[in-house]
């Protein structure tokens, strides 16, 4: 009898340590929910700002009063930006809605939001990039075209080592921004959500 009952105080002791277990990763798993939240959040705005942004940026030629063959040049700078653009917000788009479908009630789910947001984060500072040098081809393009003479006359002042120069710092500037702004944006509050992941790995 003596056997039966330490039997039984030893699966009791395991069942209530096994309950606080399953309670603390709950708890945790709850914790993981609030940068996920403001993630969700911060893509639904940007998104938005996005769009507004590409609307703007469809009459600039216009609002400037480009010329009818920088009009046609300014287009087709315009419609690869939108195709770029087009791409990632279908990616973005549907890790959204995505996300939303998720039981958010245990640590795969959580796993699966962390390593897909990582890869919405790398496609996001890829398109500022593509965007940042189509913007600056163009820039090129219509100094040379519509500012011939006054190119010309800044690059036989400039010499080569000067333009190399400028253009490394003008690649380091952008990048810079993007990668700040990326972990200010959306980086600082994916690594609460990697916390949180970890916390439930190492007490696994």
Partial sequence: MAMNFDELKNDWN???????????????????????????????????????ALVLIAVVPYYFNFSTSMKTVYMVFYAVTCGF???????FYRFYKNSYDMSMDSRKSI????????????LYKALTYIIAFIGLAFFAVYLFVEKASVFARILSKLSPVYLILNCFISILVIGVITEVWAWYYYGKYLNRVKKVVDDLDYER
């Fill in 14 to 52: 395991a069942d209530g340590a096994e309950e606080t277990n399953i309670s603390v990763d709950m708890l945790k798993i709850k914790q993981a929910r609030t940068p996920i939240d403001i993630i969700r959040r911060k893509m639904k705005h940007e998104f938005n700002y996005q769009i507004v």
């Fill in 85 to 91: 653009t087009a791409y990632y917000f279908f990616k």
């Fill in 111 to 122: 796993l699966w939001f962390f390593y897909e947001m990582k890869l919405n984060i790398e």
